[in-house]
């Protein structure tokens, strides 16, 4: 997959460079893909580095660790300012691990990060710490032989979802702070599940904007034969004047004129690799649920850690597809789960 990806954004440079794209974006594009093929290479090659990766930290390590990641946590609260988000859902899925390994007052620490932060968090976000709890309830109670019952067991919780969900989110907001981001993509997500959907109501604006760049990136994308088979090449562009997101005008480097960041990863891809983005989207898909019975039928260690990393950070970037490249973790977590010496899905 990477081998393919790297390709297809060297064709995708030279595509850019046809359609004129703002050098400054058509560059980075390429750095961020070149640069996290080169970590995956590095440590893909070098076994040293792969054992590196899964050694378990000694006691002073771990205090060192866990101090910094606390006082990290404590000076974003103060300051209120974000944490990485690469570095909130590591540390919840490194707080699964301590939780497997029955260090719970270690497990508690690291959930920190994201406690600190939960009224500036995302769905995505929260979306990672419910994935999380799910695992530490059913990776240890289900197997091959039992995987029916797994089954069944998503099948009842999905059904409690669709009847409940939308009265225990009502329930959550009523306790949540007024200026909190979470509560705005609650309450988002409350009005979807209750069928109130003003697509003009500054409550959903964040969702109608992911709607109105998907609809731009379609037109662009069927606009030519061309933009169907290549897309529009690293650093492409698509204007935002009709965008009601002010939010989205104003954090684009080049104004409305050039907007770059596409949030949903299927049209992000699709906009910068055409038809192949597709085959990028579906290769990532079918990692998804590779990863997924991974976690719930492999034994505990820390390279299957590793795996939940991968798992959830996909699932993070789904809404938010520039996360999913520009995070060295991913690369190098993604070297050490492609090693097929390592892998054992028995």
């Not at 390994?101 to 497990?107: A, D, I, V």
């Not at 620490?109 to 709890?133: C, D, E, G, M, W």
């Not at 994308?221 to 104003?250: H, Q, R, Y």
């Not at 649920?289 to 039928?297: D, E, N």
Request: aromatic share 20%.
């Amino acid at each position: 997959m990477v081998v393919a990806w790297v390709s297809f954004t060297v064709i995708g440079f030279f595509v850019g460079i046809v359609h004129q794209n703002a050098v400054l974006y058509l560059f980075t594009d390429m750095i961020y893909i070149l640069f996290g093929y080169l970590l995956y290479r590095i440590f893909y090659c070098n076994q040293k580095l792969l054992d590196e990766i899964t050694v378990e930290l000694t006691l002073r390590q771990e205090h060192y660790f866990v101090s910094s990641v606390l006082v990290l946590s404590v000076l974003a609260f103060l300051l209120d300012i974000d944490l990485p988000s690469f570095t909130v859902v590591f540390t919840l899925v490194y707080a699964l691990y301590k939780y497997n390994r029955k260090n719970y007052g270690l497990m508690l620490f690291y959930t920190l990060p994201f406690f600190f932060q939960i009224f500036k968090s995302n769905r995505a976000l929260l979306l990672v710490f419910v994935l999380v709890l799910f695992f530490a309830f059913a990776q240890k109670r289900f197997s091959k032989k039992n995987i029916t019952d797994f089954l069944l067991l998503i099948g009842f919780f999905l059904t409690l979802c669709f009847f409940f969900l939308d009265d225990l989110l009502r329930f959550i907001i009523t306790y949540f702070p007024e200026n909190s981001t979470l509560k705005d993509r609650l309450v988002q997500l409350y009005l979807l599940l209750r069928g109130n959907v003003d697509w003009n109501s500054p409550a959903l604006l964040s969702l109608s904007q992911r709607i109105d760049e998907a609809k731009a990136v379609i037109e662009y994308w069927c606009l030519n034969p061309f933009n169907f088979l290549f897309g529009g090449g690293m650093g492409a562009t698509i204007e935002g004047f009709s965008f009601k997101d002010i939010g989205v005008a104003n954090s684009a480097l080049l104004g409305k004129t050039a907007i770059h960041n596409i949030h949903l990863l299927p049209f992000s891809l699709i906009f910068r690799y055409g038809i192949i983005g597709i085959g990028l989207f579906l290769i990532l898909v079918y990692n998804v649920f590779k990863y997924f019975f991974t976690i719930i039928l492999s034994e505990q260690s820390l390279f299957k850690t590793v795996v939940v990393f991968q798992f959830c950070w996909i699932l993070y970037s789904f809404p938010a597809a520039s996360y999913l490249w520009t995070c060295p973790l991913f690369w190098i977590t993604l070297a050490y789960v492609s090693n097929e010496k390592r892998i054992n899905f028995s």
